[in-house]
């Protein structure tokens, strides 16, 4: 059974979903620590010089905006969100016209409320 933080981490990935689909990149960073750590793939192929890692509101903000600007029709669908009182996993369709669909992890690490770290995984 799921305690009270459990449930409270996965409503933070429901509203992570919802601004992210919206591509609302205010309501995205206001569930984010302002220093929080961010890992995907995605970033070692498009910016090889963070070897995949960024830190901070900033480096999310600008990856995120780079990221609804070139793929404006980029949406996430949900499959499974399986959380405890400090992690979240969510497994989610990528989808972007153009573009075949793909199957991505992402494990968001969650402290007081906000996201400290989170780590995306492709298959």
Do not use: C
């Not at 302002?34 to 995949?52: C, F, M, V, W």
């Amino acid at each position: 059974m799921l305690d009270s933080t459990a449930y409270a981490n996965r409503h933070i990935a429901s509203l992570w979903f919802e601004a992210f689909n919206e591509h609302n990149l205010v309501k995205l960073l206001d569930l984010y620590h302002e220093d929080a750590a961010h890992y995907s793939p995605k970033l070692k192929i498009r910016q090889p010089q963070t070897n995949g890692f960024i830190k901070g509101k900033t480096a999310l903000k600008s990856w995120w905006q780079d990221a609804f600007e070139r793929l404006p029709t980029l949406q996430y669908q949900v499959l499974k969100i399986i959380s405890d009182e400090d992690l979240v996993f969510m497994e989610y369709l990528r989808k972007t016209k153009g573009e075949e669909d793909m199957v991505v992890g992402e494990v968001l690490q969650i402290e007081n409320g906000l996201i400290v770290a989170s780590r995306v995984y492709h298959s």
